[in-house]
């Protein structure tokens, strides 16, 4: 296998390890979804970093594929976007008292307030001498951000009051659903309810705001009637599924990361040779062991034990425990000298857009039982991210590692993954 076959990769030079992020795949996600959720418009969630694909890159793809809104939890987070010359419209929800509320101010980032946040949006936007822009947050039923139904009277009316003195407009009021991944659960029902009843009250106080929103990816998909006027889509944009019982294909999504490296190492064993720390694995026959140098300290789920990585055309699970920096394949078949010389710098790929049958995030998901959204967010910053676009053979884009810091590393793609 050459880099040229490597999902997501053609004719580049990649580092030793690499997640690969294509972003023509991120704008194919955004045109999917934005076509669903109209004439709602489409917030593309980049928190954590872009879901670890890298925030600065993928808000660009977004908004360049029709997304209208950006979102992030923490005001530092939207701050950074700001600071790479990022002027669409963008809210950031999640705050603790320290929280930069007049830096957020004064650069134009809409905040959330759930409710003991607005006496600080308020003195900031004093001390500023600027409006504040504000959703305010209902809890329905989630259970964590978010004013409680028996305070958001209060809430409301206090937030009217700051807005009649000039320091602050209600841009929004949201919440957040909890089961919608689940579309067989009457709990989505029961937020939606609670949801229009906190809007009726909101508008009857005078709150006239110009985004409602509520509906997550999987409630892009399946709750039309949570689209209100914008859909905060997160795991979507990256081309992953929320649902278990759906992956990315029936969805009419294309996974974005491809998490590559190369073999490190491939002997013959004999059987019975124990394999990684504390031996549990143990080989049935004479065999070939490949070292695969990704570990946890890459963000590969120590407890993974199992997962699949695509190699020389193959799928193989993960033998033995996981280490910091690397693991164990066992290829199944005793090669020969020349044959495992050849595979020592061959691409190994965890996991990619599945185009010729290999690993989806997915799978990495249920070896490590977790879900794909954290798959791709843990990977860490010593894994330079490359990117490249698929749609714009020939035309090379920016890469760099996890967090915006610059690598050598440029890469086109050719052909159409949309």
Same mark, same amino acid.
């Given at each position: ?25 991120i704008?194919?996600?955004?045109r ?6 109209? !004439? ?11 879901y ?58 809409d ?17 500023v ?15 964590? /951000? ?32 909890a ?38 990816t999987?409630?892009?998909?399946t ?16 081309g ?15 996974p974005?990361m ?6 490190? /190492? ?19 026959? !004479? ?13 590969v !789920? ?19 425990r996981?280490?910091m ?31 010729? *049958?290999?690993p ?48 050598? /590393?440029?890469?086109?793609?050719? *052909?159409?993954?949309?």
């Open positions: 296998m050459s880099p040229e076959d490597t999902p997501g990769v053609h004719a580049v030079s990649l580092p030793e390890r690499a997640a690969v992020v294509d972003l023509a795949a704008r194919h996600n955004v999917r979804i934005a076509g669903i959720a109209a !004439p709602a418009k489409v917030m593309a969630v980049v928190k954590a970093d872009g670890g694909h890298g925030a600065v890159q993928v808000a660009r793809a977004a908004l360049d594929a029709g997304a209208s809104w950006l979102g992030t939890a923490h005001v530092s987070e939207a701050l950074a976007l700001r600071a790479a010359g990022i002027e669409a419209p963008l809210l950031a929800w999640l705050h603790t008292p320290d929280t930069d509320f007049a830096a957020a101010i004064e650069a134009g980032i905040l959330g307030c759930s409710g003991w946040e607005l006496e600080h949006i308020v003195a900031a936007a004093r001390q001498e600027r409006p504040a822009r504000v959703h305010l947050k209902v809890d329905t039923g989630l259970g964590r /951000n978010g004013s409680t139904v028996e305070s958001w009277d209060r809430l409301v009316g206090e937030a009217v009051e700051h807005q009649d003195e000039g320091l602050l407009r209600v841009v929004g009021i949201f919440s957040h659903l089961v919608a991944d689940e579309p067989h659960r009457e709990e989505t029902d029961q937020q939606l309810d609670v949801f229009r009843e906190a809007l009726a009250l909101a508008e009857d106080a005078g709150i006239d705001p110009e985004v409602r929103h509520i509906a997550n999987p409630a892009a998909f709750r039309p009637d949570a689209h209100f006027d914008l859909v905060r889509v997160g795991i979507g944009i990256y992953l599924s929320p649902f278990t019982d759906q992956r990315s294909p029936e969805l009419g999504l294309i974005a491809t998490l590559l490296t190369r073999v490190a /190492n491939c002997k013959a064993v004999p059987a019975d040779q124990g394999v990684s720390y504390g031996l549990n694995y143990r080989t049935d026959d !004479p065999t070939t062991l490949a070292l695969i140098p990704l570990g946890y300290a890459d963000g !789920p120590r407890v993974a034990t199992g997962g699949p990585v695509r190699l020389g055309g193959a799928t193989y699970p993960v033998v033995g996981i280490a920096d690397q693991m164990v394949l066992d290829l199944g078949t005793r090669l020969s000298e020349e044959e495992r010389a050849a595979l020592v710098g061959e691409p190994a790929v965890l996991f990619g857009d599945g185009h010729d *049958g290999g989806l995030a997915d799978d990495w998901a249920s070896a490590a039982g977790t879900i794909n959204y954290e798959i791709v967010t843990r990977i860490s910053s010593r894994v330079p991210r490359v990117y490249v676009d698929s749609e714009a053979a020939g035309e090379a884009v920016d890469s760099g590692a996890a967090g915006g810091g610059a690598t050598d /590393n440029e890469a086109t793609d050719g *052909g159409d993954a949309a």
